[in-house]
């Protein structure tokens, strides 16, 4: 298990996102969620669709601004940047897309696409494109000649190649990595995260994998935060994902579809309920009309994070009981 005192590269402090819906009602993308990045950690975000995955990742890497809370970066909250600190801050968190090529601009060579970030910060000069584009591609595995390629003459896992080499370009210390792998073939899945695996470990940098497959979360991530409706209900370690889980939406996920192929956009068998809409999250425990351990404190009153063990923590009165 990861060391609870290594260092801190990225802390989400009491951060709520909320939007407001077509007919005006507000809803709660992400709702006071509290979390950790520690230095050459990979941490895995899973959850159902529509959860606030994205909107958490995006506001990590300065795309978009918390309704309230902070965001952290070695201390700094980076939520409040504008103008150039926050176009330098840019630098040191990137982000690898689910499907890279709606990123790259369709007429640009491969060497350009990869150098883009560095020439944007007026780190490179045009006579060193080639030189660094070929080292970047060396990077990911993939042949030199590459570099003089059009994204449509290369495969999907070649181009998903080719956004990780892009986003470890300019050396960043955190890599937000958003379903990076899920709309590959599993077997090309297999190999961009075994790349993935090798580079974080290279290069030390603090990865947050956000994937809706739990089991390869599970495989690849030191921790695993579980988000339900916006809110963290469990942070557990990877190797305890497998066994050492204990909260009751967890558990659903964990033991009802457990296949790399999962389609979180269908109900959870085990759970009878549909999921509600962020728009309507019950009162009390956002799980509570789903869960069937749901007690009468459960309606009433919202669970908070609470540290059950070493780095383990869990948001259910199950576990803690606060009245
Ligand atoms: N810009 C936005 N405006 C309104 N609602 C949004 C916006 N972005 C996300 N949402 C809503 O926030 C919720 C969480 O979305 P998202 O973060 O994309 O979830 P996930 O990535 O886990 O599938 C969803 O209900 C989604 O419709
Ligand atoms: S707090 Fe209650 S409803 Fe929520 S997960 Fe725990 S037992 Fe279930
Ligand atoms: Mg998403």
Known sequence: MLDEKKEVILEVRNVTRSFLSSKKRKLIANNDVNLKLYKGETLGIVGESGCGKSTLAKMLIQLDKPTSGKILFHGQNIADLKGEKLRQNRKKIQMVFQNSTESFQPKMKIKQIVCEPLLNY?????????????????????????????????????????????????????????????????????????????????????????????????????????MYLGNVMEIVSGENLGKGYMHPYTKALMESVFSVDMDFTNPIESIDSELPSPIN???????????????????????????????????????????
């Open 281 to 323: 999250v019950p009162r009390g425990c956002p799980f509570s009309n789903r869960c069937n351990m749901c007690m009468d404190i459960c309606k009433r009153s919202k669970p908070q994070l609470y540290e059950i063990e070493n780095g383990h923590k869990i948001a259910c009165h199950l576990f803690h009981r606060e009245n």
């Open 122 to 226: 007026g780190l490179l000069s045009k006579k060193q494109i080639d030189e660094k584009a070929k080292e970047l591609l060396n990077m990911v595995e993939l042949q030199e000649d590459f570099i003089n390629r059009y994204p449509f003459q290369l495969s999907g896992g070649q181009r998903q190649r080719i956004g990780i080499a892009r986003a470890l370009a300019l050396q960043p210390e955190v890599l937000i990595c958003d379903e990076a792998t899920s709309a590959l073939d599993v077997s090309v899945q297999k190999s961009i995260v075994q790349l993935l695996i090798r580079l974080q470990k290279e290069q030390n940098i603090a990865v947050a994998f956000i994937c809706h497959d739990v089991a390869l979360v599970r495989n690849i991530s030191h921790r695993v935060v579980v």
